[in-house]
């Protein structure tokens, strides 16, 4: 079975540029998951999908963060624009519904530098 | 807001010696899971604990559930150099769209 995939895997910005990772979840997977997961720390959630619907998003900074699944399969996640603080690895999480007892199952992540 | 907090944030053991990692959340949790972070690598899916007061074991690793349901622990058994990593807690509050809230994790680096 293959994996949740991300791409690109690094990423490096000057601060005021826009980016954009893709995300392929596993197949089947209804819910999708973007956190940001900054150096030492734990994952943060920034937004869940379910199908192409969004079902929590309280963390995503929209004034700069954007996301879509358009047709319930892959996302993209955008920042536009990029602030130093942004510098984090994005990762792309994908379960089979939404529910308290189904398994993340995360993909390689994006490494983000913005200099 | 939920917050998770994990002890300790580092552990460095001798291979053999036992390792625990402590999580503690400020609110009643329907669950929690665990997860394994290699050096470089992603998070990965230990177990899940749902009831009050459950302990589940895999192989070296035991996973205890407290009976108020707002902490946790995983202990480990002779730790061997593959367990080297970061270990998540990870908590779901019931109702919250089932969102899970991750600790900062415990770094475990295991000198062979």
């Known amino acids: 079975e293959a994996g949740v995939a991300q791409s690109p895997r690094y990423k490096i910005i000057e601060k005021r540029q826009s980016v954009a990772f893709w995300c392929n979840p596993i197949s089947g997977h209804a819910t999708l998951y973007w956190y940001q997961q900054i150096l030492g720390q734990g994952p943060k959630l920034l937004i869940q999908?379910?199908?192409?619907?969004?079902?929590?998003d309280s963390q995503l900074p929209k004034d700069r963060f954007s996301a879509e699944r358009l047709k319930g399969v892959d996302s993209t996640l955008k920042i536009q624009p990029a602030k130093l603080e942004d510098s984090a690895v994005y990762l792309c999480?994908?379960?089979?519904?939404?529910?308290?007892?189904?398994?993340?199952?995360f993909g390689p992540g994006t490494r983000l530098t913005v200099t | 807001g939920q917050q998770v907090m994990q002890i300790p944030q580092y552990q460095h053991v001798q291979e053999g010696e036992d390792f625990t990692t402590y999580c503690n959340s400020s609110t009643t949790l329907s669950n929690i899971q665990w997860y394994k972070q290699r050096p470089g690598g992603h998070p990965v899916f230990l177990i899940q604990l749902v009831k009050s007061g459950e302990v589940k074991k895999q192989k070296r690793l035991t996973f205890q559930f407290g009976e108020a349901k707002k902490n946790s622990s995983l202990h480990i058994t002779a730790t061997q150099t593959t367990d080297v990593g970061t270990y998540f807690c990870?908590?779901?509050?019931?109702?919250?769209?089932?969102?899970?809230?991750f600790g900062k994790g415990t770094l475990l680096t295991v000198n062979p």
């Open positions: 990870a908590g779901r509050v019931g109702g919250s769209n089932y969102k899970l809230t």
């Open positions: 999908f379910q199908n192409n619907g969004v079902v929590d």
């Open positions: 999480a994908s379960s089979l519904v939404t529910g308290p007892n189904y398994e993340q199952y």
